[in-house]
């Protein structure tokens, strides 16, 4: 977390490239209470009885019978560990669910050093577009070689070195531009409907990442501007620190910037909330068949000054969360553009060998009963920036969002 003149508060997205892996999916917390081992033989053999339970035998055995013709007669040698990657690659693709997603080995351990912060990449956070499955860009991370190249929000990756992205999955194309630092990397951008594409060579670099900034954002009527880019396990200690550096000033109003916020740590997002909320529910999650499976609840503390929350379009998952809770206690307005609308839960499962894969389990619902996924979040206060802007890199001049919810939070406190 670094404190910055207002200048300087052009800030970054989250972790290094291709964080695909971790961007758009809450609730997975390795190493916590959400990561799922399959690797003990009694657990194996469970789960192959309830399969042959519930299925017939029959499928399962014509799967090992092709996967057996193919090692046997293909013209080719294929490595066995292939072919059952393949089959289990195959099984999660069925399911048609961009954040479902089967990990080899190499992917699953670059996914593990991810969520640990740190990653060797050009910086760039990574979304798929659901209705053309294009690979976009949700940020650059400030610094990062991919924000020194000048890739902005909403670039389409079209093609890595000479491989095409079409048809390829977020961690396919994360794998794909992620490597070893000082290696090179060739990206081939599509930008506002240009039917040019953009070419940049990129030199990979060590990515690290702080998820907060704060300032005094209006000196005159004493409000305070905290910025989270992404939840990850530090995210609430430091957004305390920084909350508790601005109370000291005796701030009169608080501006949270939630835009281009892609989301993280459930657990990070509810203890900021229970900073905010006051004593009530903050969101709960809901399985197959509407089972209940959790919910947060905040205690009675909360934020003694007004509080505005800034949202996007690539504001989403946990962000949404955050904001969606605050809008539904009437804790403080939203200001910006309708949000993303990523409302489902993803966890974590690391197998035997090594290799893992994360699947939707669930949904979340804000306190009022909505579920966002696929919707987005209303602003209560609709702002367009120029478009083709970012966020991070604006001026607080050109900045027509921030500059509204400073007008928001002024009037929340009558401060003329």
């Known amino acids: 977390m670094r404190k910055n003149n207002w200048k300087h508060i052009s800030r970054i997205a989250i972790l290094c490239l291709a964080i695909s892996l971790f961007s758009f999916f809450i609730g997975t917390t390795v190493g916590g209470k959400q990561l799922r081992e399959v690797n003990a033989k009694n657990d194996a053999s469970t789960l192959l009885t309830q399969v042959k339970d519930e299925h017939d035998s029959q499928d399962l055995k014509a799967v090992s019978e092709v996967i057996q013709i193919v090692k046997d007669k293909y013209i080719k040698d294929v490595e066995m560990e292939t072919l059952t990657s393949g089959a289990i690659k195959g099984v999660i693709d069925s399911l048609g669910d961009p954040y479902s997603v089967f990990m080899n080995k190499k992917e699953f351990q670059d996914f593990i050093s991810s969520l640990e912060g740190s990653l060797s990449g050009v910086g760039i956070v990574l979304g798929i577009d659901d209705s053309t499955q294009d690979i976009i860009v949700v940020s650059p991370i400030k610094g990062s070689p991919a924000q020194k190249a000048g890739i902005l929000p909403g670039d389409i990756i079209v093609k890595v070195n000479d491989t095409e992205l079409s048809g390829k999955t977020l961690d396919e194309a994360a794998g794909m531009i992620r490597g070893e630092k000082g290696t090179k990397v060739t990206l081939y951008i599509k930008r506002n409907q240009n039917s040019d594409l953009i070419k940049l060579e990129l030199v990979r670099d060590d990515i690290r990442i702080s998820t907060v900034d704060y300032n005094i954002v209006d000196d005159a009527a004493k409000i305070g501007y905290i910025r989270i880019s992404f939840f990850d396990s530090q995210t609430y200690n430091d957004f305390k620190i920084a909350l508790d550096a601005l109370q000291k000033q005796k701030i009169r109003g608080l501006v949270i910037d939630l835009r281009d916020n ?22 709960y999650t809901e399985g197959k068949n509407g089972n209940r499976l959790g919910e947060y609840f905040s205690d009675e503390s909360k934020t003694s000054v007004p509080i505005t929350v800034m949202v996007n379009e690539n504001s989403a998952s946990a962000s949404e969360i955050l904001a969606g809770a605050i809008q539904d206690h009437k804790a403080g307005k939203l200001v910006g553009a309708k949000t993303f609308g990523k409302g489902s839960v993803q966890e974590v499962f690391s197998l035997e060998d090594g290799s893992g894969m994360k699947i939707t389990i669930a949904k979340y619902y804000l306190p009022s009963g909505r579920c966002i996924d696929g919707k987005g979040i209303e602003p209560d206060f609709s702002v367009k920036n120029p478009e083709g802007s970012n966020s991070f890199d604006l001026s607080k001049e050109k900045d027509a969002q921030l500059l509204k919810a400073i007008e928001v939070t002024k009037s929340l406190f009558d401060v003329k």
Not at 262 to 283: F, N, Q, R, W
């Open 262 to 283: 892609p989301g993280g740590s459930l657990d990070e997002t509810v203890k900021i909330a229970d900073e905010i909320l006051g004593e009530g529910l903050i969101v």
